[in-house]
Nanobody, 120 residues
Framework: QVQLVESGGGLVQAGGSLRLSCAAS????????MGWYRQAPGKQRELVALIRSGGSTNFAESVKGRFTISRDSAKNAVYLQMNSLIPEDTAVYYC??????????????WGQGTQVTVSS
């Protein structure tokens, strides 16, 4: 079994910054991509940022230039640095990892979610 544990959410004023962290543990052979998704009330879960094992990244258009994503493969960890936050960034943020538990078995895992609230 694999667990993803997130931290770093909270309440911040518009224009402020937060850093989210996520660490994976358990029966891990390797991890391909790691990323962050978010879900605001009444909306579908959406991709925020993704980083692959080779280091390439993808960002939602709405966060480009404000958010950065990084990972520490040795720690099976991924980080999301969020700057210039706006109220529209308010959501529950979920960590996601595409995990190989053996050389042949792959599945996605999710963290429990961490609330980010940006006040105007």
């Amino acid at each position: 079994q694999v667990q993803l544990v997130e931290s770093g959410g909270g309440l911040v004023q518009a224009g402020g910054s937060l850093r989210l962290s996520c660490a994976a543990s358990g029966s891990i052979f390797s991890i391909d991509s790691m990323g962050w998704y978010r879900q605001a009330p009444g909306k579908q879960r959406e991709l925020v940022a993704l980083i692959r094992s080779g280091g390439s990244t993808n960002f939602a258009e709405s966060v480009k230039g404000r958010f950065t994503i990084s990972r520490d493969s040795a720690k099976n960890a991924v980080y999301l640095q969020m700057n210039s936050l706006i109220p529209e960034d308010t959501a529950v943020y979920y960590c996601n990892a595409d995990v190989l538990t053996t050389r042949w078995e792959r599945r996605p895992y999710w963290g429990q979610g961490t609330q980010v609230t940006v006040s105007s």
